[in-house]
């Protein structure tokens, strides 16, 4: 929340507080934004995806901030065809949430997570923590004044993820590990092209499989089970368990 409360608060905007209830209900939350005179807005794809089968045509004069997970080409141009200007941003909450953003225009090719904000740097890197060069898959690490500083009584996770920083030049510098496997574009923006672990994000939430698998197999009918996304219906992602029973 710290975007949708603290930019509101410094520019003299006021804020609307949905209710849980309504961001299930494509046509109450068109109702909602059309009512509150709505001027930015930020959601995660699925949301966007809910609005528009239900038929929101009202993106006029509205910016639309869309993060938590990869945005769609067919849904960034459907967006777009609907008046919006639209944003993608991109950032775990371990750098403070974004860190880089891309405004979209309509087009075919893939959408990019775009460049980095202020007083943040990004490198994607190799297997040996060694820059790679344009257009060749690497893993983002991020850098800069939104780093957090680890994670709360957990020192060993925190050595894992936030590495040393060798090229700042900034003593003490560290650089966040994401996960995620990017490559630089010709044009200087970041493209997300996978995880290279097992967590995946379904409708803006992290979600390691792995310890659903594991609670799943506490169950004594349960021998083996085995978790994954699935997207049966465009822009409807939910998680899906297979389970092998004694």
């Given at each position: 929340a710290v975007l949708e409360l603290w930019l509101p608060l410094i520019t003299g905007?006021?804020?609307?507080?949905?209710?849980?209830?309504?961001?299930?209900?494509?046509?109450?939350?068109?109702?909602?934004?059309?009512?509150?005179?709505?001027t930015v807005m930020q959601a995660t794809p699925a949301t966007w995806r809910l609005?528009?089968?239900a038929g929101w045509k009202d993106a006029q004069n509205l910016k639309i901030l869309c993060g938590g997970e990869a945005m769609p080409r067919s849904l960034a141009n459907a967006l777009l065809a609907a008046g919006a200007e639209l944003w993608n941003m991109y950032g775990p909450t371990e750098t403070t949430v974004w860190s880089v953003i891309h405004k979209v225009e309509s087009g075919e090719d893939p959408v990019p997570i775009g460049r980095p904000i202020a007083n943040t740097a990004v490198y994607v890197l190799d297997a040996h923590q060694q820059p790679v060069p344009v257009n060749v898959p690497g893993e983002l690490y991020i850098g800069g004044d939104g780093l957090a500083r680890g994670y709360h009584n957990r020192p060993e996770l925190t050595a894992e993820r936030f590495v040393p920083d060798r090229f700042s030049g900034r003593a003490g510098g560290r650089l966040y590990r994401t996960g995620d496997q990017v490559r630089f574009r010709p044009d200087g923006t970041l493209e997300y092209?996978?995880?290279?672990?097992?967590?995946?994000?379904?409708?803006?939430y992290?979600?390691?499989?792995?310890?659903?698998?594991s609670r799943l197999e506490t169950h004594e009918r349960v021998r083996q089970a085995v978790v994954m996304v699935r997207e049966d219906t465009p822009g409807d992602q939910r998680l899906v368990a297979y389970l092998l029973t004694t």
């Amino acid at each position: 929340a710290v975007l949708e409360l603290w930019l509101p608060l410094i520019t003299g905007a006021r804020v609307m507080l949905a209710p849980q209830a309504l961001l299930s209900d494509g046509p109450a939350l068109a109702r909602a934004i059309r009512n509150a005179g709505t001027t930015v807005m930020q959601a995660t794809p699925a949301t966007w995806r809910l609005l528009l089968d239900a038929g929101w045509k009202d993106a006029q004069n509205l910016k639309i901030l869309c993060g938590g997970e990869a945005m769609p080409r067919s849904l960034a141009n459907a967006l777009l065809a609907a008046g919006a200007e639209l944003w993608n941003m991109y950032g775990p909450t371990e750098t403070t949430v974004w860190s880089v953003i891309h405004k979209v225009e309509s087009g075919e090719d893939p959408v990019p997570i775009g460049r980095p904000i202020a007083n943040t740097a990004v490198y994607v890197l190799d297997a040996h923590q060694q820059p790679v060069p344009v257009n060749v898959p690497g893993e983002l690490y991020i850098g800069g004044d939104g780093l957090a500083r680890g994670y709360h009584n957990r020192p060993e996770l925190t050595a894992e993820r936030f590495v040393p920083d060798r090229f700042s030049g900034r003593a003490g510098g560290r650089l966040y590990r994401t996960g995620d496997q990017v490559r630089f574009r010709p044009d200087g923006t970041l493209e997300y092209l996978s995880r290279l672990d097992n967590q995946v994000k379904v409708r803006g939430y992290r979600i390691e499989l792995g310890e659903i698998e594991s609670r799943l197999e506490t169950h004594e009918r349960v021998r083996q089970a085995v978790v994954m996304v699935r997207e049966d219906t465009p822009g409807d992602q939910r998680l899906v368990a297979y389970l092998l029973t004694t």
